[in-house]
């Protein structure tokens, strides 16, 4: 077994409008290293809400969360969003006026790191860019590209900064069926070539299924699905 | 730095963000034009102010030394009242320079001192000091300062009588004008001083033709040259420089009049004449008393001064201390206490600098006055013309709210989407300023053209030329150049400051979730 990456004690979210929610329980999650995770639920139920959690996106209201040994707190969680994950949303959520190779670009200059032709970071997006079949859009703006184009150009950004772990919300919600099927094997794939960990919140069972764990996100808990 | 990157694409104006890009192109024209008023207003006040100052400091010197109440009740002073080898008459500052005796009472041939005496200042030798002479020591001796001149000056008063302007048909008959005045001398060495002068008109020209003097150099026209005023030697009358009030009223170059003051002899209180012939006209700039202020050789003021009691008015007497900076005057005052202190002599003697002097500081107070209200009306017209951009960021966040979301997913800190409109408001104040600045120097430039341009609009000047002189300053001031920088970058950051908290305290959760 690889060495936990990832540890959510006694989690709990609760939303008080409209109306008081316990939306998260005191859910407990431990994550290894190079694991892939799909946690399913009904619409609703708080996925994004722990995804987001998990993310540092969003404070829990109680309990902790762990990632990568460091205890997460207000005044490190850019740090480790900036590090340790890389986000993939439904709706890819790139920056508009960008060509594609600055959008990979982002997380790099986010981290400090040189973003010119000459560093590192530079050659690291566009080798993603070209693991993602986008060699030859390197410089289109992200306008210009379709559905499946955009959702790889998130994908390498969120592969940008070497993190940990790959945090993705509904990853192909937006996709038609045999984009989608390309899409969850290159994230698949890409992860499991990089040594990532994978956390996908998704409707979709045939990507629950290619996951090696399966969570079920109901009243609040988190139940492993065999 | 990608908070600069990212504020520089939101600043680029796009059709996409109309309403965006034209609020804050407005905004950013609002603060080049409230920046361009300002630098050319300040620029030209300042222009000004510091032609009014040089004057004030052609005329008088920046430092002046004057003797204090303790002087004209030293030892030093009035011995000269009991003394033979004084005629028995107190002396002025250029006397006292001149005469051999530090002490001329002479125990043995004078009259006993009267009790109460006051004791003579002595040095650690036991001998008379000389506080004239030190003083003028102390002053040439300050070091560091460039172009230090040091001479005496000398303000009297007397009546000047010159002949009626000649817009009279009656020729023939001299008839007289009597105008009270103080008679100055003045250093003819300044270079300062020739700044003054005024050209000789073409009234003036035809007036010396009249006089048909064929000797050019016999001309009684006094002649600016680099090192400072030529006066004339001419048989015709004592030469006088006088304040261009009077060439207005019609007094032309070459008039000769005559100077009148009473003189105690032995039997009674005479009138006595000494004839003068014009020989130049000066500005005297915003001196209160500057109409009636008429520049004359020093031989000329000490023979008047001569005939009054010395003390009488402490200010008409004293020593110049000249250099090349006026605003090295308040470090040259501070040099020169210490200089007189060392001497021993600092309680006889008054230093001001030209800020302080009886007649010029009121209107110094007033300038400095008329600057801080300025300054202040300036600060808040930046702050209204910056306030423009408060909205505009407001409206850029909302718009970009999508965009802030990505950036915190990606790790980006709420510093750094504080930053980045922070920057967004410190950039249109800077590139605001930027066109202000460059439209205000061109504006400066040009604006004597413009000037004329709106007299002639308007039918007449747009300046008086008796106040302002016949052209505008066109030199950019360098410290409203700094006040407009500094202040609209501040007003701008601090204007960006409300929306820069509210982008870096969304939630980005929420925003992505909304999105």
Known sequence: MNAIILQARQLSKTFHRPAKVDILKQLDLTVHQGESIAITGRSGEGKSTLLHILGTL????????????????????????????????????????????ENVLLPARIGRRDPSPKGKAWRDACSLLEHVGLADRLHFNTKLLSGGEKQRVAIARALCNNPDIILADEPSGNLDKDTSRHIHQLLLDLARHQGKTLIIVTHDPELAAMCQTHYRLLDGQLTEEW | MFELSIACKYLIPRWRQLSVSIISIISTLVIALVVWLIVVFFSVKEGLENGWIDKITALT??????????????????????????????????????????DPYDPYQDEELPPNWPAPEVDHTG????????????????????????????????????????????????????????????????????????????????RLLSLKIKDI???????????????????LGEPVLLPKGFRENGTLLGDQGYLSYYSPTPSSIQEQQIPIIV?????????????????????????????????????????????????EAPAVKAKLQQALEKAGIAPYWQVETYQEYE????????????????????????????????????????????????????????????????????????IGSLIGITTAILTLRYVNELVGWISRLQGHDLFNPIFYGSTLPTELSFEALMFVLITTVAVSLAAGIVPAFKASMMRPSAILRAE
């Open chain 1, 58 to 101: 969003e404070s829990p209201s109680g309990g902790s969360l762990e990632i990568a040994g460091q205890k997460v707190s207000f005044f490190n969680k850019s740090r480790i969003r900036n590090d340790k994950l890389g986000f993939i949303f439904q709706s890819f959520h790139l920056m508009e006026d960008y060509t594609a190779l």
């Open chain 2, 61 to 102: 010197a920046p430092v002046r030394i004057t003797p204090t109440e303790k002087y004209y009740h030293s030892y030093y002073y009035l011995s000269d009242t009991i003394s033979a080898n004084s005629n028995y008459n107190n002396k002025t500052i250029s006397e006292k320079l001149l005469t051999p005796f530090t």
């Open chain 2, 127 to 206: 001998n008379v000091k000389d506080l004239v002479k030190l003083a003028f020591s102390a002053a040439a001796s300050l070091s560091g300062i460039e172009g230090l001149k040091v001479s005496d000056f000398e303000t009297t008063i007397a009546n000047l009588h010159l002949p009626r302007p000649h817009t009279s048909s009656d020729t023939q008959t001299p008839q007289f004008l009597e105008y009270p005045s103080f008679i100055g001398s003045f250093d003819a060495d300044s270079f300062a001083i020739t700044k003054t002068l005024l050209p000789v008109s073409p009234a003036d020209s035809h």
């Open chain 2, 217 to 235: 150099s016999k001309l009684p026209i006094a002649a600016a040259t680099e090192t400072g005023i030529l006066m004339p030697s001419t048989s």
């Open chain 2, 279 to 327: 020989a130049g006209f000066y500005d005297p700039g915003i001196i209160p008393m500057g109409g009636k202020y008429i520049l004359a050789g020093r031989d000329l003021t000490g023979l008047i001064r001569a005939s009054y009691g010395q003390e009488e008015n402490h200010f008409s007497n004293g020593i110049n201390v000249r250099f090349q900076h006026i605003n």
């Open chain 2, 359 to 430: 007649f010029s500081k009121a209107i110094i107070q007033q300038l400095q006055s008329e600057k801080n209200l300025f300054s202040l009306i300036s600060l808040i017209i930046i702050i209204v013309a910056c306030s423009n951009i408060i909205s505009m960021l407001i409206i850029l966040v909302n718009d970009k709210k999508l965009e802030i979301g990505i950036l915190r997913s990606m790790g980006a800190s709420s510093g750094s989407i504080a930053t980045i409109f922070g920057i967004c408001g410190l950039v249109m104040g800077g």
